[in-house]
């Protein structure tokens, strides 16, 4: 075997077996030559080939760093999934949920047929009254994603002049709409100024997330809502209003779909509150657009897995809704002291304004490691370059154990960018 | 009371009372007029009142019908559901469905999670071993009617000069892309000579079902599939192939995906030979396009309901789907003739070609009524006049019992159509 090929097997074996985890820098192309006894040309061909198979990176002037296993949108994650805003199944009480689908299917018919396109009126109303929303505009959908995209291709968002959004805003909502303009946003919600400039121009929808934003966790004020509000009436702007957790908010929320219903498509996502797999949400929408959504819900999918609407009907009577909310919110507590005690012993690190819901979003005054970290970078929120030095951390993708090992994780890989910013860049 | 409520009130209960049953003509306004002793105009407002609440609908020169219950798409269907092409969700085998969900609950973990953004590899491979294409071009979707959707967003085919469709072709295919452009379907498949001259031009895509088509029930001739995918080839243009209903063609059917798979969108349903709550399908893709889906389908909805599709490799591993199907089939069997016989009794009824599959595609040389027939009518299925006096009848939207009633019903439409029609115009 070439020394080259004893080299690679060495690397890649300590790291399937976890000498070096993901993340982790490996030594030096110099110090690895030093140890093995041969030139850097013979290294370099291993740590290439460490490359090609993807268990390594380079970042340029920092070395070789251990790869995280790729984690495309909706793959199984492994290692420590800092970056995934989905609720760990782990805490989803899926023996109790497996109960009342038994019960469901001795005592109901028909579930295998399809239900109204709009949605299973007991659903419905159960939704409606909930989250205080007119059950007459409101539209069952296969998780909120869905909802954004029926706005998409209904009213031609793609690309669009019409279409404005926070810097920074969701992924999925950057996948699905492609945006081109952006309001910054502050802690107490956009950039008034900035926002009415736009406003007076071809926008004709404003893409929010204004309780418990995602990526930075912050709320609109009151004052901002009422003049977003007034702003919208005034330039004939409708709001998509995307509630992605409100559940999780410190206080009871301000909401465009109390203020100006008539112009504020609500967005209510119900999988991301309980499991991922559930795929159920919600959408209220204003009157005049009721049956474009029906439309454009028949040409999407024919409508929503009646089993699983019927399902969440139990799922919210029986009371186990509220039950695994309580959970959560504990458990985010504990874990959300457990993560700002971390940050706090790096200077480097700040945890900016007021946040509610289980992402913390931080901003770094040093560069981090740009590949193959577990949390969710800035640059997956925005196009700027404000951002660039921010990262999303979620705190409730993991089981208990895998938290505890992620958080020591964290503290150890926050250590060695501390280590590594005060050396002298060679 | 005023003489024309009173007339109002009369009408209205017989039909809800069923004296007057959905499709059935009321009695003209003349011989109304007589019978309670009043003038036209009397009559007329009454009939106005029982037209605006959706009652009774007017055809010109024919008089007044008793309405059908509205059904739009998805709704709950009531009456005789001929126009329905899912299969009756009493025809599926739920409480073995239910045991199997019971066995996943016991023996499977993670089953509210997310799975992989192309399917579950085990339903992956299922599925593409049992319908015969490349695994690793395969994902599954929530929906035939997805795969179309997908189709219409990632190229952009909706009002477009790119796309072909056949003359007549699915519903649900024209309400996603409302198509321009058609080539007219013979008995064993497309005009060549049009469609060559169509694919000449700016054709890119053809979006065909070649086996057991929609509605008319014919399959391509291998001849026509053979030309028509060297005509595909020559001038660069993609198929999408829907397979509808292949379970039920009478001989194994011939397919693109097979001929031409680099070329070729195959898309298929699973709802509509299971019960349409199912909500799965899949596709087969051309390799270069695969990615574009995957990421299409990720902005959609963000993967389909795990747990439906653990549910589905039980479904087939257990030998429950061909056990349904079989009965289907010979269901199927049994009701077709019983309609054909029906059927054969009227002369100016036709069932053209070679139809298979549990939809029965007829002509009739003599008009039918216009609106709230329990069928559904040709112009569905196309905008050309040429099938304005063909419909399909679906036989598995019904139970038993309702079937049978359904088919003495047909009956005595027709000979109430039959009678009309040999009646002078007055």
Redesign the interface.
């Known amino acids: 075997m070439a020394l080259y090929e004893d080299i690679y097997h060495t690397f890649r074996e300590n790291i399937k077996q976890g000498v070096y985890s993901p993340g982790e820098r490996l030594p030096s192309i110099r110090e690895t030559a030093e140890k093995f006894n041969c030139n850097k040309i013979t290294v370099q061909k291993a740590f290439e080939r460490l490359k090609n198979e993807g268990l390594i990176d380079n970042q340029v002037g920092r070395g070789s760093f251990v790869c995280f296993p790729d984690t495309?949108?909706?793959?199984?994650h492994v290692g420590f999934p800092f970056h995934s805003a989905?609720i760990c199944?782990d805490l989803?009480p899926?023996d109790q949920?497996?109960e009342l689908?038994?019960q469901m299917?001795r005592e109901e018919?028909?579930?295998?047929?399809?239900?109204?396109?709009e949605g299973d009126s007991e659903l419905v109303e159960a939704l409606s009254s909930r989250y205080k929303v007119d059950h007459e505009r409101t539209i069952i959908i296969?998780?909120a994603?869905?909802g954004l995209?029926l706005c998409r291709?209904l009213y031609n968002l793609n690309i669009s002049e019409h279409m404005l959004f926070e810097d920074p805003t969701y992924s999925?909502a950057i996948?699905?709409f492609r945006p081109k303009h952006f309001v910054e946003l502050e802690p107490d919600g956009p950039d008034l100024n900035r926002l009415k400039q736009l406003m007076k121009g071809k926008a004709r929808f404003f893409y929010t997330i204004p309780q418990v934003h995602n990526p930075t966790g912050i709320s609109y004020s009151k004052g901002k809502m009422d003049e977003i509000a007034r702003l919208a009436e005034e330039h004939n702007v409708f709001i998509i209003e995307d509630d992605y957790l409100s559940e999780f908010a410190d206080h009871p929320g301000e909401r465009f779909i109390d203020r100006i219903p008539h112009r504020t498509i609500y967005i209510k996502s119900l999988?991301k509150v309980?499991?991922?797999?559930?795929?159920l949400g919600f959408m209220t929408v204003p009157g005049a657009m009721y049956q474009d959504f029906?439309?454009g819900k028949?040409?999407?999918?024919?409508?929503?897995?009646?089993?699983?609407q019927r399902f969440f009907v139990r799922f919210i009577s029986s009371g186990l809704l509220d039950r695994h909310l309580q959970k959560c919110r504990t458990l985010l507590g504990s874990r959300k002291k457990t993560i700002e005690s971390v940050i706090g012993k790096y200077p480097f690190l700040r945890i900016p304004a007021q946040q509610s819901g289980y992402n913390i979003w931080i901003e770094s005054s040093i560069p981090l490691p740009g590949e193959h970290v577990p949390w969710a970078k800035g640059e997956h929120f925005s196009f700027s370059s404000r951002w660039t030095d921010s990262f999303r951390l979620s705190l409730l993708g993991m089981g208990d154990r895998d938290f505890q090992n992620g958080a020591s994780y964290l503290d150890s890989l926050f250590q060695s960018c501390s280590r590594n910013s005060s050396r002298p860049v060679l």
């Open positions: 495309p949108a909706g793959q199984q989905y199944d989803f899926a949920a497996f689908f038994d299917f018919g028909h579930l295998f047929d399809t239900g109204p396109m296969s998780g994603q869905q995209n291709t999925g996948s699905i999988s309980t499991a991922p797999g559930i795929r029906i439309r028949f040409s999407a999918d024919l409508g929503t897995s009646l089993l699983m």
